[in-house]
Each structure stands twice: as C-alpha cells, then as structure tokens.
C-alpha cells in the first residue's frame, strides 16, 4: 500500500490564530490538489511557539463547536491533517498539542509529554504536561505523533513503536542554534541523526515536520524530513524557508525491512518489563517520574 | 578544551539577512538607519542590511565630531560606495560641545559618553525622518565586556551582530568584502585621539574572545580557564566586568506592587501579534 504524506513547512504569526488558520486552509488546498493524503503542519502551527502569556488567549478545543477546528474538521472530510495547537481542556488546563483530523472527525490528540525548561525553553511554566504516549488507527497505517522534546528522550518512540505505530509523525518548533564552521546548524545535524537513528532502530517511517520564520531572535530552521525503516531520507525540505512537499510512502517497505531485520520481532519487552519495574522500585533510584 | 570561533559566514549570512528583514518588515517598515563609524561593526551591520534590504532602503549616517580621526569618514565612505547605500553626515560638534563646554574640567569619559548619546539622539531623529529602524552595532564580546555607553552605541531597535564575537565579526566581514583596511585596523571607539578598544580594555580582542567562549558558551568555570593557562589576573578581570556591567544589558527593574507586573509576570515577545 502507498500513502502520499505532505508536509507543511510553515512560518506563523504570533498569537494570530485567524491568520494562521487561513494560511493552513491555503495549505489543505495546495495539498489536496497535489494529492496528498495526510498533511503534517509543525509544532503550535496555528499559534505561534513563544507564546509566554498569550497562551490562555490563543487556547481552543477541538470540538465541532469550536470556530477554529469547525473550519479544520470541513477541510479534513477528503485529506488527514496534523496541526498544532494550544488546547485548553474542560478544567482549564493548557496544553501544546497536536491533533489528527481525518473525514470531518477527531482521531487522536497528544498533548506534549516533555515541556523543556531550560537554557533558551520555558514551556513548563505555561503549559501542563500531557501523560500518555498512544499510537493510534489512522486510514492509512498505525501511527503515532510527539512533538519536538518528546522524541529527544527514547521512551515515547519506543512506547509508540510496541504500541503497533510504524508511522512515526514528529512535529516541532525548533530554535536554530550552534553556528560552527560547518554549513548546518548543530540543532539540524542532532534532530537529523537522531531521527534517522530512530527510522533504523525501529525499522518504521519517520515524518518530521519543522517551522521556519523567526520569534524575536529566535531562528526556525525547517529542514523536514522523512525516513524510511532503512533509514533512508526519501525527501527533505530546505532550511530556514516555507516549503511544501509531498512524498510517496511505500508502506511495504516495512515488509521488506523486517524480513530482513526483524528487530521488532526479537524485542525483549517482558525483559524490559521486568528490568523497569526492578529499576523503578529501587528506592535509591531517582529515574521515576 | 578545544576552542573553535570559526563559523561558516555563508549560514551566518543568511541568517542575519534573514532576521535584518524579518525585524524590519513586521514592524510595518520597509527601511532602516545605521550609524557608520568607520569600523568593522558598523561596517558589518550596514552590509548585512543593504544584501537584506536593498541598499536603497539602508541610510548610513556618519556622525563626526570634531576630534574625530579623518579615516573614520573616508573608510565609512568606501563601504558607502562599495554597497550603494544611502547616506547623510550629520555633525555632532555643536550638539556634544553645548554640554561640553558648560564643564571646562569635564573628563574624556564624560565626553565619550556624551558624544556616543549625540549620536544616538541623531540616530533615532533620522529614524523617524527616513522612516526606518536603528540597527544595532554591538557585538557580542563588547555587550559581554559592558563596554559600550548605555543608551548611546548600545540603543538599537534590533541587532544582528550582537552574537557574534569580535573575532567572528572579522571573519563575516572578511566574506562580505568588507574593504580589508577596515578589517585590519585598531578597533577604536574613536573618542579621543589614539583611543583603543584593546589599549583601554588591557587585553587583545582574540584573547579575551577565547576566554569569553570558554566561559559563556561553553560553561567551563573561571577556575577550568586558569588551568588551562589563561593569567588568573586576566580571568578575574573578565569574569567581574561580565557580572559588573550586567545592567547595561536589562531593562530597568521595575519595583513590584501590583499582581502583574512589567518584566515579571507581564511576559510577551516583541513580535507579539506580527
């Protein structure tokens, strides 16, 4: 079976909800009439990333009533779409999330597991941190979504990856940082190796979908990419500009690759079960959270 | 410890540029102001914003005082031409000398400053008249080193080159084609005669960029500097202007009394909204 992904390498607004929806509608369209079936848009794709105290300003739910989503849910009865988003949920809480819409209804949403809180980030102190990593059906192929610090920790692509995901859709804000001699950012050649690193070792598709534009002084990189379980880039976007593409995804290649390589067969999950629960009922341990 | 400050100018180049013009136009304008000393900053600023802008949106202003050295206005003038910017010179004599003159015994310190508040006066008026930004001229070692005049050089809408260290400052320029007679000379605040940045300061720009990254960037401790073999003298120097001059890169604290207050818990971007 073969999928043809988009992605959506957008710049955005900063707290102009309407403004970046319009930009996703104009998107959609581009993508439908390319023939895309899922389009991926990046992390907070309809808000903006820094946001500080805008966020309860900018936060919606994806609820039918709701007069952002109500436009999203009509745009996705003949294409699947990623956005991001701002989702405030029935007792007031915020979240950075990403929600997958797919014929006029809500499949899944994650709700940012990791908030970095540190050097350059301060998310924990706007948002709550979501508590699950679920994969999910989708018309396609079973997959999972984390956005940006969820997969620079390896449990969350794990969880996904014995959760039945073999299409892994990361989407991120990502700050440009580390200017050295050479032609890329360090930020770019860490999420790249990392990302094919996670393509390989799960024998899956990776799908990430990154932000362009700046935020002040912040720089957004871009760089999408998709990896095949080989490992394989089957397409990049450029850095630092708005971009759309779109990609055939041979989704057989999974029967190809762990035929050959049959990682997933052989993981040792009662192994790991035992050896967490050891690890974890250690009082001593710190790794508990 | 491994210190590397190359960078590769063709990513920084389109960075800057990109910022240069992102900064400008979603603040409405089109256009921006660049004081232009003579020096490699400035120099540095402009071109970045004549390859973001057009060079017909930039004005190069050259502010001369009367002590100020003849190179400074002939090397503005070679990027002025080089790059086909636009340009005024406006004087800064009378303005700085109306103050200066009411205090016979006034220091050159005193004097520096006021001259380096002139010309941001001037800056910001042809801000207004050319209806553009200031950009900034600051890189990163002198905003570290806190050697600048708070709310003179330092004043800018926006700045480019401020993560760059004087070191990398000359390497961009170098790849801009910056005119090398610009690149290679003292960096001087030009104040008074003879002055120098490294004669005032007591140490050479590529040392002190060496400390500064292992300290800032790399976060090795002033103690993991001094054994690696830099003067404890010249460590401690650097690391107390570091902590000294910090007001000159914050806002003024604002006394808290309400539930919401500005700097504390009143926290937006500038480019909220755009």
């Known amino acids: 079976m073969k999928m043809h992904l988009g992605i959506a390498q957008i710049d955005t607004k900063l707290g102009v909800v309407d403004a970046n929806l319009q930009k996703h509608l104009d998107y959609i369209e581009k993508a439908r009439h390319a023939g895309a079936d899922l389009l991926m848009f990046p992390e907070l794709s309809l808000t903006g990333y820094l946001l500080q105290d805008l966020v309860p300003a900018v936060a919606h739910s994806p609820t039918p009533s709701d007069p952002v989503f109500k436009e999203l849910f009509k745009a996705s009865q003949d294409i699947d779409l990623l956005v991001g988003f701002v989702e405030e949920d029935e007792r007031n809480r915020f979240y950075i999330a990403d929600a997958y819409l797919s014929q006029g209804k809500l499949v899944h949403i994650h709700r940012k597991v990791y908030l970095p809180t540190y050097g350059l980030f301060d998310e924990g102190r706007f948002f709550a941190w979501g508590d699950n990593t679920r994969a999910f059906n989708t018309r396609f192929v079973r997959s999972g979504v984390l956005v940006c610090e969820d997969f620079w920790h390896v449990a969350p692509p794990y969880l996904l990856w014995l959760d039945g995901a073999d299409l892994l859709l990361f989407t991120s804000a990502s700050p440009g940082r580390g200017l050295t001699e050479a032609p890329q950012l360090s930020t770019s050649m860490w999420v790249e190796s990392i990302n094919r690193a996670y393509a390989s070792i799960f024998t899956s598709f990776i799908a990430h979908c990154n932000r362009v534009g700046f935020e002040d002084g912040l720089h957004f990189w871009g760089g999408s990419t998709v990896y095949d379980p080989d490992g394989n880039c089957l397409v990049k976007a450029p850095y630092d500009k708005e971009a759309f593409l779109t990609v055939e995804v041979d989704l057989n290649q999974l029967h190809r690759t762990r035929a050959r390589l049959p990682l997933l067969r052989d993981e040792r999950t009662a192994m790991v079960q035992r050896e967490l629960n050891r690890i974890l009922s250690d009082d001593r341990s710190n790794s508990g959270k | ?274």
């Open chain 2, 1 to 274: 410890m491994k210190i590397d400050l190359t960078i590769n100018t063709d990513l920084a180049t389109e960075i800057l540029t990109a910022f240069i013009h992102s900064e400008t136009t979603r603040a409405g304008f089109q256009k921006v102001v660049v004081g232009l000393s003579g020096g490699i900053d400035s120099a540095l600023s402009c071109v970045l914003a004549a390859k973001a802008l057009d060079p017909q949106n930039v004005l190069a202003v050259r502010m001369p005082y009367r002590t100020s050295s003849p190179d400074s206005l002939e090397h503005a003038q070679l990027i002025i031409d080089q790059f086909g910017v636009q340009t005024i010179t406006i004087p800064i004599t009378a303005m700085a000398d109306g103050l200066i003159n009411e205090f016979p015994d006034m220091t050159d310190q005193r004097k520096g400053n006021i001259m380096a508040r002139c010309r941001m006066i001037v800056l910001f008026d042809q801000s207004n008249a050319f209806n553009g930004l200031v950009v900034g001229t600051s890189n990163k070692t002198e905003i570290l080193l806190g050697y600048s005049t708070l709310y003179g050089d330092s004043a800018s809408a926006f700045n480019p080159i401020g993560d760059l260290y004087k070191t990398q400052v000359r390497q961009l320029s170098t790849a801009l084609n910056i005119p090398n007679v610009i690149i290679k000379k003292a960096p001087s605040a030009d104040l008074w005669a003879d002055q120098t940045d490294e004669g005032e300061l007591g140490f050479t720009y590529a040392e002190v960029d060496k400390l500064l990254y292992l300290l800032v960037d790399e976060r090795y401790t002033a103690e993991e500097c001094v054994e690696a073999g830099f003067a404890r003298t010249f460590v401690d120097t650097v690391v107390n202007r570091i902590r000294r001059f910090h007001f000159k890169r914050m806002l003024p604290p604002i006394a808290k009394l309400s539930s919401r207050t500005i700097g504390y818990d009143f926290l937006y971007l500038r480019d909220w909204g755009t």
